[in-house]
Structure formats: C-alpha cells, structure tokens
C-alpha cells in the first residue's frame, strides 16, 4: 500500500463537503477512540477570570459575504440550518444575513469554521 503525503491528504479533504468531512471526523473518533473537541482547562479560583471567561451565553452568526466558492457556501448553510438547497441559496443570496440566532457560542464557533472552510466571510456577534 502506498503511503499519502500531507499534500495529497489535504487535497483530497479540500475537495470534501462539509456534511463529508464531518462523517470522516466521527470514523476517525471511533477508529482510534479518541476525540476532536478542545481540552478543557482546569477551573481556577480567581472570580475575575471567571467573569472574563464567561462572555455572552447567546450569540448570532452571519454571513457577511460568500466569497467565491457559492455552492460550497449554500451547502454549508444548508447543513447547519436544515433548510431545503433552495431555501439556502434564498438565504446566501440576502447576505450580509444571520444563519443562526440565539445560539451557543461554542455551537457558533463550529459553524464559523465550517462557513469560512466552505470561502463564506462570517460574523459572530
């Protein structure tokens, strides 16, 4: 079996879609068991930390541009709202627009990354 270099690796991840890349991350988690989210810090004592760590408990995402890859943009926005291919596209096409609102600021930085993966210029406000 020939062994991949990183370039042909991340080539072939290029050219995956979002919902493709997600499929691929949760095989690799139970191939190897391991996980893909962030360690957690141990929690200090200092109540000033704590309340700069806290920021906002609800946030809203946005589109503010498409960029030049549209299909992969509709596609991703598609995936995270679970809207209908034309509903999306209605959506990417009134942007500067929100995708989501009221939502978590973790579950906003996921969708960030997919968005800017997909060439959207996004916002989280």
């Keep these: 079996m020939a062994k991949l270099t990183k370039e042909e690796i991340i080539a072939a991840l290029k050219e995956m879609t979002v919902l493709e890349l997600n499929d691929l991350v949760k095989a690799v988690e139970e191939e190897f068991g391991v996980t893909a989210a962030a360690p957690v810090a141990a929690a200090g004592n200092n109540v000033e930390e704590e309340e700069v760590a806290k920021g906002p408990t609800e946030v809203s995402l946005f589109v503010k541009a498409v960029g030049p890859t549209k ?55």
Excluded: C, F, R, Y
Excluded at 104 to 122: D, M, N, T, W, Y
């Design 71 to 125: 299909v992969a943009v509709i596609k991703a926005v598609q995936a995270i709202t679970g809207l209908g291919l034309m509903d999306a596209k209605k959506l990417v096409d009134q942007a500067p627009v929100a995708i989501k609102e009221k939502i978590s600021p973790v579950e906003a930085e996921e969708h960030k990354k997919a968005l800017v993966a997909a060439g959207a210029e996004v916002e989280v406000k």
